[in-house]
């Protein structure tokens, strides 16, 4: 790809032309505030954080700025500074101050936005403070939304029209009472919402949260078990409990996204009757054994019941081709056509 030559704060930086000026900045490591902005999806140029000068003169939105041959671009140009603390701050006077007892505490982007940019107790004085008091919808069993803490990014909004297709939730109402919600401004659940967790995931705060969020000690690189796609996960543990799953975004099959098994369904892993170990019948009881033991016993059985005597049911959580192997043994090893498919109960 054809590459184009910039400054940005006096460094000069190659970027992809064609590109934008945020992303050639986010890019070579250099930080512009943004809260709109997502790698997944449309610049929508919602926040008005990301503004930057451009040649001395002209104020622009980095994220919806296309890279030029030649560009000078300035993001600490005392004018900049000025426009862009004063859209933050007037995010903030309007956000719950709940820091210490929110589930994105230290992974929140407005926290981060607002350090960079240098808020204050001090310069939020001159706002009078106007938190919405509107209820948290906690109907999905899985996250909770709560539009007191929303900053009207729309990376929700976008991520389920632009990735998901499906469009559950929308800009409702108007002015300083807009809202993200769903048709007629009901619960999520009753909503065409399919509880994929990819607005959940993507939130830059906390107005979308899991029910439970426990912060894990390590990650696991895991592939889901639910059918045969095959999603690549990152199992979030701690201590020997799994507490979270988030999608594994260099697997080339999911990129980073999940349906609502593979990240909402992980309880069963730490369930106390879930089994760890192969049983062996002895006696009319089961007890544990070893897989040599227990494979020797499967084959000692299968060697006795060939023909019709034996049927295979095949499972929907393995691969095209671990089911081509089970009909192909079935009839050419156990002689029979007997196998079937789970998909079919």
Not at 12 to 38: F, K, M, W
Not at 129 to 150: E, M
Not at 178 to 197: A, D, F
């Amino acid at each position: 790809m054809k590459k184009v030559t910039l400054t940005i704060d006096g460094l000069q930086l190659r970027a992809d032309e064609g590109s934008t000026v945020l992303q050639a900045a986010l890019a070579n490591g250099l930080y512009i505030p943004n809260l709109c902005n997502h790698p997944d999806l449309v610049p929508a140029g919602l926040c008005r954080v990301c503004v930057v000068k451009v040649d001395d003169w002209k104020i622009s939105i980095s994220c919806k700025l296309p890279v030029k041959e030649g560009m000078v671009i300035s993001t600490e140009d005392p004018e900049v500074q000025r426009i862009r603390k004063s859209t933050v701050e007037l995010l903030v006077a309007n956000h719950p101050m709940t820091c210490l007892t929110c589930s994105r505490d230290a992974n929140c982007e407005l926290q981060r936005v607002a350090s960079y940019v240098g808020i204050t107790q001090e310069s939020l004085k001159r706002y009078r403070r106007s938190v919405r008091q509107l209820p948290i919808d906690s109907s999905n069993p899985f996250f909770d939304i709560d539009h007191s803490k929303c900053v009207l990014c729309g990376i929700c909004v976008r991520t389920c029209d632009e990735l998901q297709n499906i469009n559950a939730i929308d800009y409702v109402r108007r002015g300083v009472h807009t809202t993200v919600g769903t048709l007629g401004n009901k619960p999520i659940t009753q909503s065409c919402c399919e509880s994929c967790g990819e607005c959940v995931a993507r939130c830059p705060v906390a107005a979308l949260a899991p029910k439970e969020s426990p912060i894990s000690m390590r990650e696991v690189k895991s592939v889901c078990t639910y059918c045969g796609v095959g999603c690549g996960i990152l199992l979030g543990v701690r201590g020997e409990k799994v507490v979270g799953v988030r999608g594994d975004r260099d697997n080339p099959v999911n990129r980073g996204s999940l349906c609502v098994k593979g990240r909402y369904g992980f309880k069963f892993i730490n369930h106390p009757d879930r089994l760890t170990t192969p049983l062996v019948r002895k006696d009319g009881v089961l007890v544990p054994a070893s897989w040599d033991e227990a494979l020797e016993r499967v084959a000692a059985n299968f060697s006795e019941h060939k023909g019709e005597q034996f049927a295979a049911l095949a499972s929907a959580r393995i691969t095209n081709e671990d089911n081509y192997l089970i009909q192909k043994f079935t009839r050419a090893v156990m002689q029979t056509n007997n196998i079937d498919h789970c998909a079919r109960l």
